[in-house]
C-alpha cells in the first residue's frame, strides 16, 4: 500500500491502546538496502532505485543529442545498455561495459494540436511530460502511480497504470526512433518499419535506444481520486461493477486481515475538493503494527485484524482532485523490491484469493498490502496485455527484508494462472518458460532481435536469459 494514507495518528492510537507495550518487539530488517558501497578513488558503480540491482561500468556516456546517442552506441564496446531512472527491479540495466544514460535526452519536440499528439525524447522523466504536455493543452489518458521513470523506459517494459478501459503506456505509441548498435536511426511506426515499431514499442532494450517517442493524447483533463478503507470481499462481490462504474478503480488487499485499500479515479467534477491527504510513509505504520503482533502466535487468531480494524475501520476518505498528471502519481519514500505478474483479467479475483490464502495458510512474513488492476488488452508482441485483458498483481517487499523467500513462494501461484511477468520486476522465468505465454509472436519478436544486433552487443546476462541467447 505503498501510496494510501492509513491516517497514521489514529492508527498509532490503536496500536497503543491494544498492544501496550509489545511495540518494537517484532524483527528487525537486516538485509542491506544497496548492493554495494562506493570507495573514494574507484569507479563509481550504477545502483537502481530499489538497491538489488548495480554494475560497474567500464564505459559511461550520456549523449544529448540523437548524433551523439547513434555515435556512442557506433564505438560502445563489450555489452551495451541504456539506462534511465532506474526504477526496474529486475536485472534488465547491469553491464560492466558500457552504460548510455538517456538523461540528457530529454524534453517536447513537437506537437500536433489536430491529432492531440506529442513527440518527446525518451529520456524524458514521467514527472516532467505532465507540465510539458499542459503547456500545449495535452494530457497523457492514463499514467502510473509514480512519476519518476523515463519515458523509455517506460514504453519498453510496457509500464501501465489501471482502467479496464486503458492500456499500458506502450499502447499510446504512434511513433518513435530507434538508434541501433550498427549506427543507424530508424524511423517506426504502422507504416514505416512496422515489425520493428510492433517489437520497439514492448522491446526491454534489447533491439536498441529509442531517442525519441510520439504518443496518443487526449485534451488536458481534472481527476479527483476517492481513497477507501473497505472490507475485501465487499469489494471483490463488486468488482466487475467498479470497474464498469469507475474511469480507473483498483485496490490493495492487506495480507491477515479482512480490509482492503480502494481507489477510484473519475474525471473531476465542478466543487471536488481534496480531503485530507497522503501519508508517504503509512506502509510503515502498517509495518510496525505487524512487526509487533507477527512474532506472537495469535496472528491468526485475529489480534492483527482486531488492531487493524480499531485503527482503520472509521477512517475518513482521502479525495484529491487536480489536473490528471498531479493526481495519477503518488509520493515514493519508502523503499521496496517488488514482482508483479499479469494473469488474465477473468481469473484474477481467484488467484488474488490464492495467494491471500497461501500466505496466512504459510504463515508468510509480508505486511505489504499486495496492488490488484486491471489493463485492457492490446496487440504488441510482447506487451504483458498482447491478446488479452490482464489483471496486473504485485507483491512487494520492504528494501531491508528478504524478498527471495517470500517471493518463491508465491511465484508459482502466478504460473498456474498462466501469468505473464512485468519486464522491469523481479521474477524467475527464462526462454523456456517465457515462450509459451507468448505463442503469436515470440519467435517474431527474436527475428527483428537477431537482424537489429546479429553479435548480442545488447544481451547482458539477464537478457540472455530471457531470450536463450
Same mark, same amino acid.
Given at each position: 500500500m505503498k501510496r494510501r494514507t492509513f491516517i497514521q495518528s489514529t492508527l498509532a492510537v490503536g496500536v497503543s491502546g491494544a498492544l501496550g507495550t509489545l511495540l518494537g518487539c517484532g524483527p528487525r530488517g537486516e538485509v542491506p538496502q /544497496?548492493?554495494? +558501497?562506493?570507495?573514494? *578513488?574507484?569507479? !563509481? &558503480?550504477?545502483?537502481?532505485?530499489?538497491?538489488?540491482?548495480?554494475?560497474?561500468? @567500464?564505459?559511461?556516456?550520456?549523449? /544529448? /543529442?540523437?548524433?551523439? =546517442? #547513434?555515435?556512442?552506441?557506433?564505438?560502445?564496446?563489450?555489452?551495451?545498455?541504456?539506462?534511465?531512472?532506474?526504477h526496474s527491479f529486475s536485472a534488465v540495466v547491469p553491464t560492466d561495459d558500457t552504460l548510455i544514460s538517456t538523461d540528457l535526452l530529454s524534453g517536447l519536440v513537437r506537437h500536433d494540436p489536430d491529432k492531440i499528439q506529442a513527440t518527446l525524447l525518451a529520456g524524458t522523466r514521467l514527472h516532467d511530460m505532465g507540465p510539458m504536455l499542459q503547456s500545449v493543452g495535452q494530457a497523457m489518458p492514463n499514467m502510473p502511480d509514480m512519476d519518476y521513470p523515463a519515458l523509455g523506459g517506460a514504453v519498453a517494459n510496457s509500464v501501465h497504470a489501471t482502467g479496464t478501459?486503458? *492500456? /499500458?503506456?506502450?499502447?499510446?505509441? +504512434?511513433?518513435l526512433k530507434l538508434a541501433t548498435v550498427s549506427g543507424e536511426l530508424l524511423e517506426c511506426n504502422a507504416e514505416k518499419n512496422p515489425e520493428i515499431f510492433q517489437a520497439a514499442r514492448t522491446s526491454i532494450g534489447a533491439l536498441g535506444i529509442t531517442s525519441e517517442i510520439t504518443l496518443q493524447n487526449l485534451p488536458s483533463y481534472d481527476l479527483t481520486e476517492v481513497n477507501r478503507i473497505e472490507k475485501f470481499e465487499d469489494v471483490f462481490a463488486d468488482m466487475e461493477a467498479r470497474c464498469k462504474a469507475h474511469r480507473h478503480f483498483e485496490c490493495y488487499p492487506i495480507p491477515y486481515s479482512t480490509l482492503c485499500i480502494t481507489v477510484a479515479t473519475d474525471i473531476a467534477k465542478p466543487g471536488d475538493k481534496t480531503i485530507g491527504? $497522503? $501519508? &508517504?510513509?503509512? #506502509? @510503515?505504520? =502498517?509495518?510496525?503494527?505487524?512487526?509487533?503482533?507477527?512474532?506472537?502466535?495469535?496472528?491468526?487468531?485475529?489480534?492483527?485484524?482486531?488492531? =487493524?480494524?480499531?485503527? !482503520?475501520? $472509521?477512517?475518513?476518505d482521502v479525495v484529491r482532485t487536480g489536473p490528471s498528471y498531479q493526481v495519477f &502519481?503518488?509520493?515514493?519514500?519508502?523503499?521496496?523490491?517488488?514482482m508483479e505478474y499479469t494473469v488474465p483479467?477473468? #481469473?484474477? &479475483?481467484?488467484? !488474488?484469493?490464492?495467494? =491471500?490464502?497461501?500466505?496466512? $495458510?504459510?504463515?508468510?512474513?509480508?505486511?505489504f498490502p499486495i496492488e490488484y488492476r486491471y489493463v485492457k488488452a492490446d496487440d504488441i508482441w510482447l506487451s504483458m496485455f498482447e491478446g488479452q485483458d490482464g489483471c496486473s498483481i504485485s507483491i512487494h517487499q520492504f528494501g531491508d527484508l528478504d524478498y527471495k523467500a517470500v517471493f518463491a513462494e508465491i511465484e508459482p501461484i502466478f504460473w498456474k494462472y498462466g501469468g505473464r511477468p512485468h519486464w522491469g520486476k523481479i521474477h524467475t522465468l527464462g526462454a523456456e518458460q517465457l515462450a509459451p505465454l507468448y505463442p503469436r509472436h515470440w519467435q517474431d519478436f527474436q527475428e527483428v532481435r537477431r537482424e537489429l544486433d546479429p553479435r548480442g552487443q545488447l544481451m547482458n546476462a539477464h537478457l540472455k536469459d530471457l531470450f536463450g541467447v
Amino acid at each position: 500500500m505503498k501510496r494510501r494514507t492509513f491516517i497514521q495518528s489514529t492508527l498509532a492510537v490503536g496500536v497503543s491502546g491494544a498492544l501496550g507495550t509489545l511495540l518494537g518487539c517484532g524483527p528487525r530488517g537486516e538485509v542491506p538496502q /544497496s548492493p554495494v +558501497t562506493f570507495t573514494p *578513488g574507484q569507479e !563509481m &558503480p550504477w545502483i537502481n532505485w530499489a538497491g538489488n540491482q548495480s554494475c560497474t561500468p @567500464n564505459w559511461r556516456v550520456s549523449p /544529448s /543529442s540523437e548524433d551523439e =546517442l #547513434v555515435t556512442a552506441l557506433k564505438a560502445a564496446r563489450g555489452v551495451v545498455r541504456a539506462v534511465g531512472a532506474g526504477h526496474s527491479f529486475s536485472a534488465v540495466v547491469p553491464t560492466d561495459d558500457t552504460l548510455i544514460s538517456t538523461d540528457l535526452l530529454s524534453g517536447l519536440v513537437r506537437h500536433d494540436p489536430d491529432k492531440i499528439q506529442a513527440t518527446l525524447l525518451a529520456g524524458t522523466r514521467l514527472h516532467d511530460m505532465g507540465p510539458m504536455l499542459q503547456s500545449v493543452g495535452q494530457a497523457m489518458p492514463n499514467m502510473p502511480d509514480m512519476d519518476y521513470p523515463a519515458l523509455g523506459g517506460a514504453v519498453a517494459n510496457s509500464v501501465h497504470a489501471t482502467g479496464t478501459s486503458f *492500456g /499500458s503506456m506502450s499502447s499510446y505509441v +504512434t511513433g518513435l526512433k530507434l538508434a541501433t548498435v550498427s549506427g543507424e536511426l530508424l524511423e517506426c511506426n504502422a507504416e514505416k518499419n512496422p515489425e520493428i515499431f510492433q517489437a520497439a514499442r514492448t522491446s526491454i532494450g534489447a533491439l536498441g535506444i529509442t531517442s525519441e517517442i510520439t504518443l496518443q493524447n487526449l485534451p488536458s483533463y481534472d481527476l479527483t481520486e476517492v481513497n477507501r478503507i473497505e472490507k475485501f470481499e465487499d469489494v471483490f462481490a463488486d468488482m466487475e461493477a467498479r470497474c464498469k462504474a469507475h474511469r480507473h478503480f483498483e485496490c490493495y488487499p492487506i495480507p491477515y486481515s479482512t480490509l482492503c485499500i480502494t481507489v477510484a479515479t473519475d474525471i473531476a467534477k465542478p466543487g471536488d475538493k481534496t480531503i485530507g491527504e $497522503d $501519508d &508517504p510513509q503509512a #506502509v @510503515n505504520t =502498517l509495518r510496525t503494527v505487524f512487526d509487533a503482533v507477527s512474532w506472537v502466535p495469535v496472528v491468526g487468531e485475529g489480534l492483527y485484524e482486531k488492531v =487493524l480494524t480499531a485503527a !482503520m475501520g $472509521d477512517a475518513a476518505d482521502v479525495v484529491r482532485t487536480g489536473p490528471s498528471y498531479q493526481v495519477f &502519481p503518488h509520493v515514493r519514500i519508502v523503499r521496496f523490491r517488488e514482482m508483479e505478474y499479469t494473469v488474465p483479467a477473468e #481469473v484474477g &479475483p481467484a488467484c !488474488m484469493r490464492e495467494i =491471500l490464502g497461501t500466505i496466512r $495458510d504459510r504463515n508468510i512474513p509480508l505486511s505489504f498490502p499486495i496492488e490488484y488492476r486491471y489493463v485492457k488488452a492490446d496487440d504488441i508482441w510482447l506487451s504483458m496485455f498482447e491478446g488479452q485483458d490482464g489483471c496486473s498483481i504485485s507483491i512487494h517487499q520492504f528494501g531491508d527484508l528478504d524478498y527471495k523467500a517470500v517471493f518463491a513462494e508465491i511465484e508459482p501461484i502466478f504460473w498456474k494462472y498462466g501469468g505473464r511477468p512485468h519486464w522491469g520486476k523481479i521474477h524467475t522465468l527464462g526462454a523456456e518458460q517465457l515462450a509459451p505465454l507468448y505463442p503469436r509472436h515470440w519467435q517474431d519478436f527474436q527475428e527483428v532481435r537477431r537482424e537489429l544486433d546479429p553479435r548480442g552487443q545488447l544481451m547482458n546476462a539477464h537478457l540472455k536469459d530471457l531470450f536463450g541467447v
